[in-house]
């Protein structure tokens, strides 16, 4: 069966300070892996899609950064923490061809002071 | 473009209750829909989904989904509430390119004793 890992589960930063959140999927092949943020009383936001080893599309223009070094490995990345980077990100993952369910990971809170 | 409305960002019933939750999607390409559930602090897990076969979809811990296309709706209800089920509810809709999904802003259901 498959399932997906994401760490660090919390993590509390200071301003100006690097990221680097990582989601590893196990027991599929060629995923399509997502990142999202879930602010505080809001809803998710897509913020990185992957559909292959090196290939990233941003939805939105913003502080963080996505690569996706190895088939079932993606990263999200910050050189430089801003406090509107606060809340919960989560990573997900799809099956690549017909099957549309996305399943998600457990998630890493944020918090930026 | 694909978009989905949760009416009500809170419901609150009493133990034993209906459960009633509403979403209304828009979609230019024949939809899938889905419902996940949110525990605090954790990631989302698929409730149900709705992928162009039987209109009423049954899912786990006794929640079902009814598909009407002419209403452009598919609420989320269970017969009987139970204090577990206090959770946040989103809605989805299939984006465009299918690879994405298009969540709603989510519900949070409150269940009293």
């Known amino acids: 069966s498959q399932t997906i890992h994401q760490w660090p589960a919390t993590l509390v930063q200071p301003v100006g300070s690097p990221l680097s959140l990582e989601c590893t999927v196990e027991?599929?092949?060629?995923?399509?892996l997502y990142w999202y943020r879930q602010a505080a009383g809001r809803g998710l936001q897509l913020l990185f899609y992957?559909?292959?080893?090196?290939?990233i599309s941003s939805e939105v223009p913003q502080n963080l950064s996505a690569s996706r070094p190895q088939d079932r490995q993606f990263i999200l990345s910050s050189k430089k923490l801003l406090l509107s980077d606060s809340g919960f990100y989560l990573c997900a993952w799809r099956a690549s061809g017909s099957q549309e369910t996305q399943y998600f990971g457990p998630g890493t809170r944020l918090l930026v002071l | 473009a694909q978009s989905v409305t949760q009416l009500g960002s809170h419901v609150s019933v009493s133990e034993g209750a209906l459960v009633l939750l509403r979403c209304n999607y828009s979609?230019?390409?024949?939809?899938?829909l889905f419902w996940y559930v949110q525990y605090p602090n954790q990631g989302l897990q698929l409730l149900l989904k709705y992928t162009s076969a039987a209109t009423l979809v049954k899912g786990i811990n006794g929640f079902e989904a009814e598909f009407k296309k002419s209403e452009t709706s598919f609420h989320l209800t269970k017969p009987s509430a139970h204090m577990s089920d206090a959770a946040e509810y989103f809605c989805a809709v299939r984006g465009t390119g299918f690879q994405k999904l298009v969540f709603g802003t989510g519900t949070r259901l409150l269940v009293s004793p």
């Open positions: 979609s230019s390409v024949p939809p899938y």
């Open positions: 992957s559909v292959g080893i090196g290939q």
């Open positions: 027991g599929t092949s060629n995923p399509n």
